[in-house]
């Protein structure tokens, strides 16, 4: 009786053995991958390498005066979307928060990509924003009038225009396609 459950109990760690072995066998993902399955890109191409994180940005923001620009590939998260194309984005940048526009209105990102990672590629700067952009900024955000009409001072902002981007890839992105125009 011994050899028989002695057997068994061996029989059962073989089978459990190559079990493991198989899943070993696996063929690795390497970062390269990765980050093609990861992403979904818009706009012109660009490499992912030196990119700063937001925080970051916000930092170089407090340095700037308006007028100045810096080149800079940054990730962050998208915290607004235009609703009505998707023809800008707002990014948390430190304590404060970047309206980031897309050059040339030559790409969009999706509208329902709020809550996404996003890699940018283009320059940072600050301006100052006349209130009529600023009302129509909150108008494709969805504020109320109340809210429109509130706006009555022109302001400093930290802008971003992006060349190319990249975004966390999710199911059915909501993606409007830009204009081509005819030059």
Known sequence: MKQF???VFAFFLLIG???????EEMPAINDEQVQEMAFMDYGAEFSNNDVIDAMELG???KTMKVGDTTAVKVKGIIAEV?????C?????????SATVKFKDYGFFLPKNGQGKEVILN????????PVE????YAEDAGKSKEEVAAIT??????????DGALVEKFDNPDVEEAAKTEE
């Open 17 to 23: 053995c190559k079990e493991q072995k198989q899943e």
């Open 88 to 96: 800008w984005i707002k990014m948390p940048v430190g304590d404060a």
């Open 5 to 7: 459950i002695i057997g």
């Open 122 to 129: 283009g320059k940072a700067f600050k301006n100052i924003t």
């Open 59 to 61: 930092a170089m923001y």
């Open 133 to 136: 952009e600023l009302r129509h």
């Open 82 to 86: 235009c609703v009505n194309k998707g």
């Open 153 to 162: 001072e022109e302001e400093v902002t930290l802008s971003f225009v992006a």
